[in-house]
């Protein structure tokens, strides 16, 4: 196998900014918009038979795929470099486009809602329509909604600054360099390269890490621009919010992903009645280090001195040999990924920080890592293969019901991160064990627990900002801070005051998506499920887990779940895993005894 790091986008889409297929393709939005309303306007309201409604699909999902192309490869080349101004212009060109074409196509949800919540459902409950039945009861229940022709027209016209305010606060986040005296040497580094620092088992330079991070984004500069920024992105929301009648600031989120309000309350509560469990970690840990006390810099800490390196080869090999032996379809496409200039694996200046998996109905997965040669980041490698593959596994649905909603859409990535810590796992000494199970312990806290403080601190966020208030970044710091302590109680010791506690801006998900990170929780709880039917089973359950993928969109969480064997109504379902955690914390503070 010969391994390609870096992505070969000509391969699959175009030589360049100038290549004339892609200015073609650019060029056809407009008419491909015009040609559809000019079959389908004022024809969707009198839909009365199911083929109008299969033909009516396929073309929508064909104008979908031919709009699409040239944004996928224009945000694929600003996120290896989002400092091009020729990328940036030409996206920004094309998002006018897409306006544009957006409001040739408002016609469509206002006749699907002249036609009617019942017609839709009849058409649902129809056997030729089956394959579609999920996107016409999501398109029933979102009827409500809806607004009027005029008033979603100026929606979709604002929407275009919103974007820019958006692609501000990335383009910003991006630029920053960050300086740190390593050993004597003075260095510049990437926010991925000083992020990855948090875990080294020098506490000295964990220390660095996090004050050459605060020291960027807690100037007065930043913390306005971004404070600003998030107070106009949540102003929005909340504006949408009362626009449209949602009975909660959450509720846009939760209609998208198909849960109900209740079922993400639930979550919430759960996890956060088990937050005293990340307190008794930290307190296991801050013994295990020898600490007098534990600061934030610790959190990630090793527990020793001796950090292990893994290059991309090594973590490669570990993916492999852990898929190989789960299943043979996961390994085909792992090697295919790695072998086709899908994955773009190393950090560069200007590169979008953090990983990412890309994929879209009828379209090859693509991989974006910041490989720094940390173990996490062989688990990062597993993370994004494992959404890859369930792209890859989702090709069977249709293009309308192809992609799973956010609450399932974490299955594939954190299930490949257990194989992956499982497989490691038998191969460690008790020493290495030791630290495997607080990398392990750390990285649950942080996908569960974290991502739960995440969505108090928005919560708050929004639903001041809801009811009239006025925030400001001082505002953010202070919710942040007692979000935090929420969380970790007295456990761990801060290293600035919560009138400067900046945290919250370098969270990039409470910009682009709000409400977006309770996926993460939602996602690491249904694996430890999945996981645990898996240990009880064995093979015969991999079929049932690649079902599951394999519905991509085409049923709702709670239905397709409970064809598996899983009831996410109940508290139950949240407290298994929570008791799984709680296994390991014992297992973690038996090591303070030396059992």
């Known amino acids: 196998m010969t391994l390609q790091t870096n992505w070969n986008l000509t391969k699959?889409?175009?030589?360049?900014?100038?290549?004339?297929?892609?200015?073609s393709n650019i060029d056809s939005i407009l008419p491909l918009a015009d040609a559809f309303s000019k079959k389908y306007q004022g024809i969707i309201k009198t839909f009365s038979t199911p083929e109008q409604i299969l033909e009516y699909y396929a073309d929508y999902e064909k104008m979908s795929h031919e709009m699409g192309t040239g944004g996928t490869y224009l945000s694929y080349l600003q996120s290896l470099d989002t400092q091009n101004n020729a990328v940036i212009k030409k996206l920004g060109e094309l998002e006018c486009i897409f306006v544009e074409a957006s409001s040739k196509l408002l016609f469509i949800s206002q006749e699907w809602k002249e036609l009617g919540y019942d017609k839709i459902m009849a058409f649902a409950d129809n056997p030729l329509l089956q394959d579609y039945k999920n996107a016409l009861v999501s398109s029933a229940a979102n009827l409500k909604y809806i607004l009027s022709e005029r008033e979603e027209f100026v929606l979709n016209e604002k929407s275009r600054a919103l974007g820019v305010v958006e692609g501000l606060r990335e383009e910003l986040a991006n630029s920053y360099e960050f300086q740190i005296e390593l050993d004597g040497e003075k260095k510049t580094m990437t926010e991925e390269e000083i992020r990855s620092l948090r875990t080294s088992p020098n506490r000295e330079t964990r220390r660095k890490s996090y004050e050459s991070l605060r020291q960027m984004y807690n100037t007065k500069q930043a913390q306005i621009t971004l404070g600003n920024i998030y107070a106009g992105i949540v102003k929005d929301w909340t504006s949408d919010v009362k626009l449209r009648g949602y009975q909660t600031i959450m509720e846009p989120r939760n209609t998208s992903e198909e849960?109900?309000?209740e079922v993400v309350d639930m979550l919430m509560q759960e996890v956060q009645t088990a937050y005293p469990l990340f307190a008794r970690f930290i307190e296991a840990k801050r013994k295990l280090m020898k600490l007098d006390e534990f600061h934030i810099y610790d959190v990630s800490a090793p527990l020793g001195q001796i950090e292990k390196e893994f290059s991309f080869e090594d973590g490669t090999r570990l993916h492999l040999e852990t898929m190989k032996d789960f299943d043979q379809e996961f390994y085909d496409y792992s090697i295919d990924m790695l072998?086709?200039?899908?994955?773009?694996?190393?950090?560069?200046?200007?590169?979008r920080s953090g990983a990412f998996a890309s994929y879209g109905p009828g379209e090859p997965s693509f991989v974006l890592l910041n490989h720094t040669g940390k173990l996490r980041d062989v688990s990062t490698l597993s993370h994004e293969l494992g959404h890859a593959t369930h792209g890859h596994l989702s090709q069977g649905q249709k293009p309308a019901v192809y992609s799973s909603p956010l609450s399932l859409a974490e299955t594939a990535s954190i299930f490949s991160e257990m194989l992956l810590s499982e497989k490691i796992r038998k191969e460690l000494t008790t020493e290495e064990y030791k630290e495997f199970l607080n990398e392990k312990l750390s990285d649950t806290f942080a996908t569960i627990f974290r991502q739960i403080q995440y969505i108090a601190f928005e919560k708050r966020v929004h639903e001041a900002i809801f009811t009239g208030e006025e925030?400001?970044?001082?505002?953010?710091?202070?919710?942040?801070?007692?979000?935090?302590?929420?969380?970790?109680?007295?456990?761990?010791?801060?290293d600035v005051t919560a009138e400067n506690e900046s945290s919250w801006s370098m969270i990039p998900h409470i910009f682009a998506s709000p409400f977006y990170c309770y996926a993460y929780a939602f996602g690491n709880i249904l694996v430890f499920a999945l996981y645990n039917r898996y240990q009880k089973e064995g093979r015969s359950f991999v079929e049932n887990y690649k079902d599951i993928l394999r519905s991509g969109g085409s049923k709702r969480p709670k239905d397709l779940l409970s064809e598996h064997g899983f009831d996410i109504t109940s508290p139950k379902f949240y407290r298994d895993a929570i008791e799984e955690v709680e296994k390991m914390v014992v297992e973690f503070e038996g090591l303070v005894e030396g059992k």
Do not use: C
């Open 12 to 23: 699959y889409f175009f030589t360049g900014l100038n290549d004339p297929k892609l200015l």
């Open 259 to 261: 849960l109900e309000n």
């Open 339 to 351: 072998e086709s200039s899908r994955i773009d694996a190393f950090p560069k200046y200007g590169k």
């Open 471 to 494: 925030l400001t970044y001082h505002d953010f710091n202070r919710m942040w801070r007692e979000e935090q302590i929420r969380m970790t109680g007295e456990s761990v010791t801060y």
